[in-house]
T-cell receptor, first 113, second 115 residues
Framework: DGGITQSPKYLFRKEGQNVTLSCEQNLNHDAMYWYRQDPGQGLRLIYYSQIVNDFQKGDIAEGYSVSREKKESFPLTVTSAQKNPTAFYLC????????????FGQGTRLTVV | AQSVTQLDSHVSVSEGTPVLLRCNYSSSYSPSLFWYVQHPNKGLQLLLKYTSAATLVKGINGFEAEFKKSETSFHLTKPSAHMSDAAEYFCVVISRSGGSYIPTFGRGTSLIVHP
């Protein structure tokens, strides 16, 4: 089945540690996105990538980093510089050549203690 | 630039009554518009989409939406609510911005369905 997979579903980390969230898709989409979701704030764009080896900052990129070494994979690292990292993180992908819909993973809930 | 405004943070209805979730958008180019549904701790599922074809769009689970360019609106409706419709709903606009297509989300509307 084609789809987009995020792992793990739940993640706990101590304050000050970096943590990497995985996102893999087999939809052959060139564009991938990371969003952060907090209650009452909708989804805010962290980073996006339109093509392998290239990515752009979104609205709230500070304290996060990404890489796009393969078309299928777009991991997100939450660094210790992110002041309030506890949130629900969603990864999405889509065909960037047109205005078609995005497909979403099931999300990762990160809790930093 | 593009933006989406969902006019209600919460909508409460009784089971069997109509549902209306409101969405207004702004976009410099002809937009594509989408509604997604999210159940607790889950990803987002596409309900329906408008991509410049028919202005009245039918989606899954009995939902539909009408694109009104003059009002810059894309409201989501359903004739009769079901308990399983209780969820968070997001209106999304995608239009061209600096050579890229970036999905922009509204803040979401929480639909509460009472028995």
């Amino acid at each position: 089945d084609g789809g987009i997979t995020q792992s793990p579903k739940y993640l706990f980390r101590k304050e000050g540690q970096n943590v990497t969230l995985s996102c893999e898709q087999n939809l052959n989409h060139d564009a991938m996105y990371w969003y952060r979701q907090d209650p009452g704030q909708g989804l805010r764009l962290i980073y996006y990538s339109q093509i392998v080896n290239d990515f752009q900052k979104g609205d709230i990129a500070e304290g996060y980093s990404v890489s796009r070494e393969k078309k299928e994979s777009f991991p997100l690292t939450v660094t210790s510089a992110q002041k309030n990292p506890t949130a629900f993180y969603l990864c999405a992908s889509r065909d960037s050549r047109s205005n078609t819909e995005a497909f979403f993973g099931q999300g990762t809930r990160l809790t930093v203690v | 630039a593009q933006s989406v405004t969902q006019l209600d943070s919460h909508v409460s209805v009784s089971e069997g009554t109509p549902v209306l979730l409101r969405c207004n958008y702004s976009s410099s180019y002809s937009p594509s518009l989408f509604w997604y549904v999210q159940h607790p701790n889950k990803g987002l599922q596409l309900l329906l989409k408008y991509t410049s074809a028919a202005t009245l769009v039918k989606g899954i689970n009995g939902f539909e939406a009408e694109f009104k360019k003059s009002e810059t609106s894309f409201h989501l409706t359903k004739p009769s609510a079901h308990m399983s419709d209780a969820a968070e709903y997001f209106c999304v606009v995608i239009s061209r911005s600096g050579g890229s297509y970036i999905p922009t989300f509204g803040r979401g509307t929480s639909l509460i369905v009472h028995p």
